[in-house]
């Protein structure tokens, strides 16, 4: 079947880096995106993989894949306040299918 | 990147009435929409996908009676949630994509509607 989890909350210091874990159960999977969802906006795409990938680094961010695990995680380097928001894991198995949303990790920011 | 405006933001209505939600991509031509649905604490999940012009698909589970979906133009699709109960009560998302099927690297997401029916 199609699942993603995710732990529903992180809190991170600021200037520390965060990491927000994803499991997905569909090894056919050839897309594993990240999105970021402040309040009030819509979703917003941060990064994304190919499965044919196991690490992909932008800025700040970093995506590793472990695909025998099954296993996505993000990591911000040197969180910010402004990181603060709710990031989405997905899945889809090819271009034209739908996007599996996990049901989103809340980052919190302490001073 | 491309802009999705959802109008309005929040609705509350009363049990057995239709609330409309629109959804417009304001600087780019939508031709796929898709709809989702987002409870506390849930993923979102695909309601339908519609092209324009054309009659939406509706993900199993779905009904479509209930949740009436219209593409009338490039810019702009409706969500009509009729005869309203407490249990529709929930996060209405739309998105659109420049291109027919479903990439989502390619998908614009709106800021979203709650509706709460009492």
């Known amino acids: 079947g199609e699942d993603v989890e995710q732990s529903l909350f992180l809190s991170v210091r600021e200037g520390d880096s965060s990491v927000i874990n994803c499991t997905y159960t569909d090894s056919s999977s050839t897309y594993l995106y990240w999105y970021k969802q402040e309040p009030g906006a819509g979703l917003q795409l941060l990064t994304y993989?190919?499965?044919?990938?196991d690490m992909k680094q932008d800025q700040r961010l970093t995506v590793l894949l472990n695909k025998k695990d099954k296993h996505l995680s993000l990591r911000i380097a040197d969180t910010q306040t402004g990181d603060s928001a709710i990031y989405f894991c997905a899945e889809v198995m090819n271009r034209d299918d739908k996007i599996i949303f996990g049901k989103g990790t809340r980052l919190h920011i302490l001073p | 990147g491309a802009v999705v405006s959802q109008h309005p933001s929040r609705v509350i209505c009363k049990s057995g009435t239709s609330v409309k939600i629109e959804c417009r991509s304001l600087?780019?031509?939508?031709?796929?929409m898709f709809w989702y649905r987002q409870f506390p604490k849930q993923s979102l999940m695909l309601m339908a996908t519609s092209n324009e012009g054309s009659k939406a698909t509706y993900e199993q589970g779905v009904e479509k009676d209930k949740f009436l979906i219209n593409h009338a133009s490039l810019t702009l699709s409706t969500l009509t949630v009729t005869s309203a109960h407490p249990e529709d009560s929930s996060f209405y998302i739309c998105?659109?994509?420049?291109?027919?099927?479903?990439?989502?690297?390619?998908?614009?997401f709106g800021p979203g509607t709650r509706l709460t029916v009492t």
């Open positions: 993989i190919f499965s044919n990938m």
């Open positions: 998105s659109g994509s420049l291109t027919q099927g479903a990439d989502p690297y390619e998908q614009y």
């Open positions: 600087d780019f031509q939508a031709t796929t």
